[in-house]
């Protein structure tokens, strides 16, 4: 009777150590999407986020019926309060981080002044 009083006993012990080592890492404060393993940077609440693949980073919309792929190679992006903005194989995206919106242009000018100049430096920045 011992012996298995002892083996739950570990048992419990090793779950409790799971379970408190769960709350180290990423803090989801303020976030409603999680923050995943490959997860590079969520804008916003997290509804959009970049994600690590073997190959590239991806740029991910999350949603209630599974999320959207927006664009598969980002190479370069940039957060403030309330904007994102990413570069990628689509062209220059913006996201409205209040409202949970993006907008997608090939063309720069399309974007206010102050949008443009965001970009341009971040053109200028080497890939990581």
Not at 24 to 33: A, D, I, L, R
Not at 38 to 48: E, I, L, M, N
Request: hydrophobic share 35%.
């Amino acid at each position: 009777m011992k012996l298995k009083l002892k083996r739950w006993g570990s048992s419990v012990l090793c779950l409790l150590c799971i379970v408190s080592l769960m709350g180290c890492g990423f803090t989801t404060e303020g976030k409603k999407y999680p923050y995943g393993k490959d997860t590079v940077v969520q804008f916003g609440d997290g509804f959009y986020d970049i994600g690590r693949t073997a190959t590239s980073r991806v740029l991910f919309q999350h949603s209630q019926v599974g999320g959207l792929v927006i664009d598969k190679n980002v190479t370069a992006y940039k957060e403030t309060q309330e904007k994102g903005y990413v570069l990628g194989s689509e062209g220059y995206i913006l996201i409205d981080t209040k409202t949970n919106t993006h907008m997608i242009h090939k063309d720069l000018s399309e974007f206010d002044p102050a949008d443009q100049d965001v970009f341009r430096v971040l053109e200028k920045q080497p890939t990581k």
